[in-house]
């Protein structure tokens, strides 16, 4: 009995950290459509990133797990400066004060790195049910990968395998 109460609770506890790691998520390739504006309060042209390879970051200040990979993301972002790879960081909080309060933040601590577009996206358009959640996109614009939680390698390995 307690050989098989053992076998149980290594079962569940190996189900929780399965559940606690990134989900990669296969899906067919679609068309990156993205409503969103920059802190300046400019619209997003997708055209900024059509022939790079992108990472499309969704967060929310709300999220401590967001909020943990952001200086990762900017960390491998700076070993790709110098190839057609852009990061973009969309913020999905409900209150658009909170993204500006955190982006005037980072600005007086941290210099933007070159290819970092941070936006929020517009209002109205569906929050991802749940976040982090990054895709991975080519250089025609098209997903080709979905992570959903903390950043899976197998995100970078795919910048690496598309980029040109």
């Known amino acids: 009995m307690k050989q098989l109460t053992r076998v ?3 079962a569940l506890a ?3 950290l399965s559940m606690a790691s990134a989900q990669t998520i296969n899906m067919p390739k679609s068309q990156l459509d993205l409503h969103a504006f920059a802190v300046n309060g400019e619209p997003f ?3 900024k990133i059509r022939g790079k390879v992108a990472i499309v970051f969704f967060w929310a200040t709300t999220c401590a797990v967001c909020r943990d ?3 990762e993301l900017r960390a ?3 070993g790709w400066q110098n190839k057609p790879f852009s990061l973009v960081t969309v913020n999905v909080d409900k209150n658009a004060k909170d993204w500006l309060a955190y982006e005037r933040i980072e600005g007086q601590t941290k210099q933007t790195p070159k290819n970092l577009i941070a936006l929020r996206q517009d209002e109205g358009n569906t929050v991802p049910m749940k976040l982090p959640l990054t895709l991975l996109v080519d250089t025609k614009g098209k997903i080709v ?3 959903e939680g903390r950043i899976a390698p197998e995100a970078w390995d795919g ?3 598309l980029i040109p």
Do not use: G, Y
Request: charge should be negative.
């Open 8 to 10: 149980a609770v290594f």
């Open 14 to 16: 190996a189900c929780i």
């Open 45 to 47: 042209i997708q055209d």
């Open 69 to 71: 990979s952001l200086p």
């Open 76 to 78: 491998n972002l700076t």
């Open 145 to 147: 990968s979905r992570f």
């Open 159 to 161: 910048v690496a395998e």
